[in-house]
Each structure stands twice: as structure tokens, then as C-alpha cells.
């Protein structure tokens, strides 16, 4: 069976052009083992190990709880350099504004 994608009212073949966000989501659920390519080519789905989901979301989990650490020490970073270091560092974000030497 391929996999389809809804598109307005019709069941439509999921086209390679359309982007591949889609095509990872259709592997992991396992309701196909391939992909149909423009109504010509079938590309088989590769199986995924066991405890391969499970896994990728815990990863995609720490990855962002990391993520949200290191934009929070850049923000404590930049009001520190403008507040206690003296640095016009939140000004040179501004558009038009020349950076100091």
C-alpha cells in the first residue's frame, strides 16, 4: 500500500515536491511500506529497529529542554553585558545604529 495525503476533499498520491516533512511521519506509523512519487514510483519505507521511536523522542526531548537552556544564557548574557558591563550591546541590534570600535 502507498501512502496518500489529504488534499482538499480528494485522497491524492504524496508528491516528492510538496516537501519532506511528511515522508518520516509516514515511516514511523507504520500505515505504509512505501512511498508513491508522482504516480510513477513506489519508494519502499525502511524499517525501523525496535525501540527506535521511543529513543528519537527522547532525544528530540533533552535536545530541546538543551536548546531553551542555551537561548536563556544568551539572553542573560546580552542583558548582563548592557546592564552591568556598560556595553551597548541591546542598541547595535537596532537597525541603523553603526557598531562602536
Not at 13 to 35: K, Q, V, W
Not at 55 to 80: K, M, P, Q, R, S
Request: hydrophobic share 50%; net charge negative; charged share 20%.
Amino acid at each position: 500500500m502507498a501512502a496518500t495525503c489529504r488534499e482538499g476533499y480528494a485522497r491524492t498520491p504524496l508528491r516528492a515536491d510538496r516537501g519532506t516533512a511528511g515522508f518520516g511521519m509516514i515511516a514511523i506509523s507504520g500505515e505504509a511500506d512505501a512511498i508513491e512519487l508522482y504516480g510513477v514510483l513506489a519508494l519502499p519505507l525502511p524499517t525501523l529497529p525496535d525501540g527506535f521511536i521511543e529513543f528519537a523522542d527522547e532525544a528530540h526531548e533533552a535536545l530541546g529542554t538543551v536548546l531553551l537552556g542555551v537561548i536563556g544564557l544568551h539572553v542573560a548574557a546580552a542583558l548582563y553585558h548592557f546592564a552591568v558591563v556598560g556595553e551597548a550591546v541591546m542598541q547595535r541590534m537596532l537597525p541603523g545604529h553603526a557598531r562602536r570600535s
